[in-house]
Structures are given as structure tokens and as C-alpha cells.
């Protein structure tokens, strides 16, 4: 049986079909969602006390140190300590060979004994004399005699005594002793080496009383006084110790055109040691500034920035503000220009945001 078309319908059909297939017809996309706020963490813009400062290279000295040079010449035969050794007050570090100074007390102490012989012999005989005078068996020019024979010997032998004393004395020098509690430092000399007076046998260093010599620029003279603060700081900028000005000098350095401060070390603070190099901040005063945290700033191309929370429709939107900061003080960053008290910069997930991401502040 003969397949019949219904013509008029089938005809539109197929017109349409044509049409959608020359025009590449495609289904609409689905509209994408918003995207999300990313949920960060942001801290106010708050104005806190923000001091003024320069940092200085500074060294730190000891206020008793002593460079151990010997009083007397000799070949050295003994050193009984070691460089960095900790030492007490007396305790003898060298010895210089004293034999030749022994000998020479010994034949004074020899001296010595004789002219004490004679000096109390003569302190026998005056008074034998005397009482012969007093009974008129001698004669007045006897009894002077034997008293000025007295006195003679008495000054011979107390001038002579006080020679073998000096003598003892001088060989107590042939011994090189700490002069008080401190460190010992570098030892140049060796044993057998011939020293004189202006030999440096080694160095004694005191750790307890330290100052940190500042020198401070001559612009800075009108603003030098004492109590100022000082931070006496590491090389990575860390904290050691925390001082005060407390000497400033009279007079301008000429070879650097600067003017010496001091500031006193505590004892607390074992760690610094006698000539190191270190820094020392010193603080001219304080004001209220702008501030935000450190994990709010990044630094990209030499540049500093902060994402701010920025208000947008019904929520908040992340906005990269350059800004220019001072030096931290603890944990924040003082702002100089960029920001107003009050905004609120984002201190999270900052490697993620970017210009108008939308955010969700949550404190």
C-alpha cells in the first residue's frame, strides 16, 4: 500500500530543521553563580603611641679592663692560663723567671743580718755605757760616742732593711696577676720569649660593668640629653637589652664630627661582650600615629600594600591600597600615608585575594 505524506505538515518541520542546522543553532549557557566571599580575618586602623628613632652602630666597652704589661724585664717560664679562661682577683696568670731577683734579695737579706748584728750590739754597749757614765767610771765623750755609734747602726740597718723589703716587693712582680674578676683574652707571648715593660702579655676583661659607646651626629646635638631610651639591638634587629643615656660628652669628635653618648649595660646582660659591635636605637620622642599589623603588609616590586575591606552592595570587597610604612614597633607597622583610621585592613589569606574579590570580614 502506497506510503502517503500529509504535505502541509510535514513541510514546516522541515523547513525548521534547515534553518537550525545553516544558523548552527546552540542552547543557551546556564548563568554562573556569584562567586563566594572568602572569609578573612581584618584588624582596624587604630591610632597607638609610635616613637621617633635612629639607630646608631655602637660598641660595647668594659669600664675595667686592663692590658697586662709585666714592671720588670725577664724571659717568661711559666703562663698558667688560657685565653677566654675565666680568672679571679690575684690569681697569678704569667710568671717571669725570678731567679736573678731571688738572688739579689738573698744577698740583701745577708746584708741585712749583719748590720742588724751591729745594730744590736751597739744597742747593748750604749747602755753599758751609760750606766758607766751615770756610776762616773767613763766620761761624758765615751758615753756620746757609743750613743752616736748606736745611732748610726740603727739607721744603717732600718735604711738597709727597707731596701731588702723594696727588694721582696720587686720580686713579687715577677708574678703577673689578674687585677680583678674578669676574662682573659688574647695571649701574643710564648713561653721562653724575653718581655720588658712594654710587652702586652695578654688582656683582663670585666663582663659585669658594660656601657655602649653611641656616636651621635652633630645635627642631632640639640636633641641629645640625658634618660633618653636606648634598645641595644642584634643584627637581625632583635632586642638584647634595654637601657638609657647616661653620659653625653662635652665635646665634638673632630676626626668624626659626632658627639659620644653612653649608655650603661645592666649585668643582667651576659650576652654582650667587651668591644662587640652592635646597634643601638635610640628613641627622641613619641606620638599618636596610624598603625596595622605586620601580617597586613606585603610587599610586592619594592612597593608595600594592604587589602582593605571594602563596603560593596550587601557585603565587602577586597581593595589593594599601596602604603607607606616606618619601622615596626612590636607587631605593627606605623602607617605614613595610604590609610585613615578606622578602615579595616585584611590579615588573612592575603596570597589569595586579589582587586574586588568579594570577602566575608570576620573580626
Not at 79 to 102: C, E, N, T, W, Y
Not at 155 to 182: C, H, M, V, W
Not at 264 to 275: C, E, G, H, M, Y
Request: hydrophobic share 40%; charged share 20%; proline share 8%.
Amino acid at each position: 500500500m502506497p506510503l502517503i505524506l500529509n504535505t502541509p505538515r510535514v513541510l514546516p518541520v522541515l523547513v525548521c530543521a534547515a534553518a537550525c542546522l545553516i544558523a548552527g543553532c546552540k542552547s543557551a549557557p546556564p548563568s554562573q553563580p556569584p562567586p563566594q566571599a572568602m572569609p578573612v580575618k581584618v584588624a582596624p586602623v587604630s591610632l597607638s603611641s609610635v616613637p621617633t628613632s635612629d639607630t646608631y652602630v655602637s660598641t660595647i666597652k668594659s669600664r675595667r679592663s686592663s692590658t697586662m704589661q709585666p714592671q720588670v724585664d725577664g724571659n717568661l717560664v711559666k703562663i698558667f692560663v688560657k685565653s677566654g679562661q675565666a680568672v679571679k682577683a690575684g690569681q697569678v696568670l704569667m710568671r717571669i723567671d725570678p731567679l736573678k731577683q731571688m738572688a739579689t734579695v738573698q744577698s740583701q737579706q745577708g746584708t741585712q743580718a749583719q748590720k742588724k748584728a751591729l745594730y744590736d750590739y751597739n744597742k747593748i754597749e750604749v747602755e753599758r755605757q751609760r750606766k758607766l757614765f751615770e756610776a762616773g767610771v767613763v766620761s761624758r765623750d765615751a758615753y756620746d760616742q757609743a750613743n752616736q755609734a748606736f745611732e748610726n747602726s740603727k739607721a744603717d740597718f732600718e735604711s738597709n732593711q727597707a731596701l731588702t723589703d723594696t727588694q721582696k716587693q720587686q720580686l713579687a712582680y715577677y708574678d703577673i696577676r689578674a687585677p680583678f674578676n674578669g676574662v682573659v683574652g688574647d695571649i701574643p707571648v710564648h713561653l721562653g720569649d724575653y718581655v720588658s715593660p712594654t710587652t702586652v702579655l695578654t688582656t683582663v676583661d670585666e663582663n659585669a660593668d658594660l656601657e655602649a659607646y653611641i656616636y651621635i651626629p652633630t645635627e642631632r646635638a640639640s636633641s641629645i640629653r640625658k634618660g633618653l631610651p636606648v634598645e641595644i639591638l642584634d643584627t637581625a634587629g632583635n632586642v638584647l637589652v634595654k637601657t638609657v643615656v647616661d653620659f653625653i660628652s662635652p665635646q665634638v669628635d673632630n676626626g668624626l664630627q659626632s658627639i659620644l653618648a653612653k649608655a650603661s649595660v645592666p649585668r643582667t646582660a651576659d650576652i654582650l661582650r667587651n668591644q662587640q659591635l652592635v646597634k643601638a636605637r635610640i628613641t627622641w620622642s613619641s606620638a599618636p600615629a596610624p598603625t596595622v599589623p605586620v601580617l597586613a603588609v606585603s610587599l610586592i616590586g619594592g612597593q608595600t600594600f594592604v587589602y582593605v575591606a571594602t563596603p560593596k552592595g550587601d557585603g565587602y570587597v577586597a581593595h589593594q591600597v599601596p602604603v607607606t610604612v616606618g619601622e615596626t614597633v612590636g607587631n605593627t607597622y606605623p602607617i605614613l600615608g595610604g590609610l585613615k583610621t578606622g578602615e579595616k585592613v585584611i590579615t588573612s589569606g592575603l596570597q589569595f585575594l586579589q582587586e574586588g574579590a568579594p570577602v566575608k570580614p570576620l573580626g
